[in-house]
Protein backbone atom coordinates (compact mmCIF):
# COMPACT_ATOMS: atom_id res chain seq x y z
CA UNK A 1 0.00 0.00 0.00
CA UNK A 2 1.75 3.18 -1.07
CA UNK A 3 1.18 6.65 0.61
CA UNK A 4 2.07 10.00 -0.01
CA UNK A 5 2.46 12.71 2.75
CA UNK A 6 3.22 16.09 1.96
CA UNK A 7 4.60 18.93 4.15
CA UNK A 8 6.26 21.89 4.63
CA UNK A 9 3.86 24.54 3.20
CA UNK A 10 2.68 28.03 4.55
CA UNK A 11 2.60 31.08 4.08
CA UNK A 12 5.81 33.41 3.55
CA UNK A 13 6.48 36.64 1.57
CA UNK A 14 7.56 37.46 -2.22
CA UNK A 15 10.37 36.52 -2.72
CA UNK A 16 11.00 33.96 0.06
CA UNK A 17 11.50 30.46 -0.07
CA UNK A 18 10.29 26.80 1.03
CA UNK A 19 11.11 23.63 1.15
CA UNK A 20 8.59 20.77 0.58
CA UNK A 21 8.62 17.17 1.79
CA UNK A 22 6.95 14.09 0.48
CA UNK A 23 7.73 10.88 2.17
CA UNK A 24 6.59 8.27 -0.11
CA UNK A 25 5.52 5.38 2.15
CA UNK A 26 5.88 1.78 0.52
CA UNK A 27 6.58 3.13 -2.55
CA UNK A 28 9.67 1.09 -3.56
CA UNK A 29 10.13 2.08 -7.34
CA UNK A 30 13.52 2.94 -8.30
CA UNK A 31 12.57 3.28 -12.20
CA UNK A 32 9.61 5.07 -12.44
CA UNK A 33 9.37 9.60 -12.02
CA UNK A 34 7.82 11.45 -9.11
CA UNK A 35 6.26 14.59 -9.56
CA UNK A 36 5.03 18.04 -7.74
CA UNK A 37 2.10 19.12 -9.36
CA UNK A 38 -0.02 22.04 -7.57
CA UNK A 39 -3.70 23.52 -8.55
CA UNK A 40 -4.71 26.98 -7.89
CA UNK A 41 -8.17 27.87 -7.04
CA UNK A 42 -10.41 27.56 -10.27
CA UNK A 43 -7.56 26.56 -12.26
CA UNK A 44 -6.52 22.97 -13.78
CA UNK A 45 -3.71 21.00 -12.03
CA UNK A 46 0.00 21.37 -13.37
CA UNK A 47 3.07 19.95 -12.76
CA UNK A 48 5.90 22.07 -11.77
CA UNK A 49 8.67 19.44 -11.58
CA UNK A 50 9.52 16.01 -12.20
CA UNK A 51 12.25 14.16 -11.63
CA UNK A 52 12.68 10.06 -13.37
CA UNK A 53 14.18 7.93 -10.18
CA UNK A 54 16.33 5.68 -12.24
CA UNK A 55 18.69 8.07 -13.69
CA UNK A 56 17.57 11.64 -11.79
CA UNK A 57 17.05 13.76 -14.44
CA UNK A 58 14.22 16.37 -14.10
CA UNK A 59 11.86 18.67 -15.84
CA UNK A 60 10.47 22.06 -14.91
CA UNK A 61 8.10 24.17 -17.10
CA UNK A 62 9.45 27.54 -17.73
CA UNK A 63 7.45 29.11 -15.04
CA UNK A 64 9.26 27.39 -12.76
CA UNK A 65 12.65 27.10 -13.78
CA UNK A 66 15.39 28.06 -12.35
CA UNK A 67 13.50 28.89 -8.89
CA UNK A 68 12.41 25.31 -8.29
CA UNK A 69 14.38 22.66 -7.25
CA UNK A 70 13.17 18.76 -7.37
CA UNK A 71 15.27 16.11 -5.79
CA UNK A 72 14.73 12.81 -3.66
CA UNK A 73 16.88 10.73 -1.30
CA UNK A 74 18.71 7.56 -3.08
CA UNK A 75 15.99 5.08 -1.12
CA UNK A 76 13.19 7.35 -3.01
CA UNK A 77 11.45 7.38 -0.13
CA UNK A 78 11.35 11.10 0.29
CA UNK A 79 10.87 13.63 -2.47
CA UNK A 80 11.73 17.39 -1.71
CA UNK A 81 10.83 20.85 -3.66
CA UNK A 82 12.82 23.75 -2.77
CA UNK A 83 11.35 26.56 -4.26
CA UNK A 84 13.34 29.60 -4.18
CA UNK A 85 12.26 33.16 -5.33
CA UNK A 86 8.63 32.75 -4.80
CA UNK A 87 6.29 34.90 -6.43
CA UNK A 88 2.53 35.27 -5.95
CA UNK A 89 1.28 33.25 -8.53
CA UNK A 90 2.79 30.25 -6.65
CA UNK A 91 -0.04 30.64 -4.37
CA UNK A 92 -1.71 26.88 -4.59
CA UNK A 93 -2.23 23.42 -3.34
CA UNK A 94 1.12 21.61 -3.68
CA UNK A 95 0.38 17.68 -4.56
CA UNK A 96 3.66 14.64 -4.20
CA UNK A 97 2.58 12.22 -7.07
CA UNK A 98 4.41 8.96 -8.00
CA UNK A 99 4.17 7.06 -10.87
CA UNK A 100 4.09 2.60 -11.38
CA UNK A 101 4.62 2.67 -15.01
CA UNK A 102 7.75 3.61 -16.67
CA UNK A 103 7.96 7.46 -17.37
CA UNK A 104 9.78 8.90 -20.66
CA UNK A 105 9.74 12.53 -21.86
CA UNK A 106 9.23 15.89 -20.42
CA UNK A 107 5.29 15.45 -21.72
CA UNK A 108 5.08 12.18 -19.91
CA UNK A 109 6.03 13.71 -17.08
CA UNK A 110 3.82 16.81 -16.59
CA UNK A 111 0.71 14.81 -17.35
CA UNK A 112 -1.22 14.02 -14.33
CA UNK A 113 -2.80 10.95 -15.72
CA UNK A 114 0.18 9.51 -16.16
CA UNK A 115 0.92 8.81 -11.96
CA UNK A 116 -0.80 6.44 -9.88
CA UNK A 117 -0.73 8.18 -6.34
CA UNK A 118 -1.16 10.94 -5.14
CA UNK A 119 -0.45 12.87 -1.56
CA UNK A 120 -3.50 15.29 0.00
CA UNK A 121 -1.55 18.21 -0.74
CA UNK A 122 0.09 20.96 0.94
CA UNK A 123 -1.04 24.93 0.79
CA UNK A 124 1.80 27.37 -0.12
CA UNK A 125 0.49 30.78 0.17
CA UNK A 126 3.03 33.69 -1.13
CA UNK A 127 2.41 37.15 -0.41
Known amino acids: HVQLVESGGGSVQAGGSLRLSCAAN????????MAWFRQAPAKERQGVAAIYSGGGSSYYPDSVKGRFSISQDNNNNTLWLQMNNLKPEDTAMYYC?????????????????????WGQGTQVTVS
Open 97 to 117: AAANTWCSGAYWMMTESNYAY
Open 26 to 33: GYTSTSYC
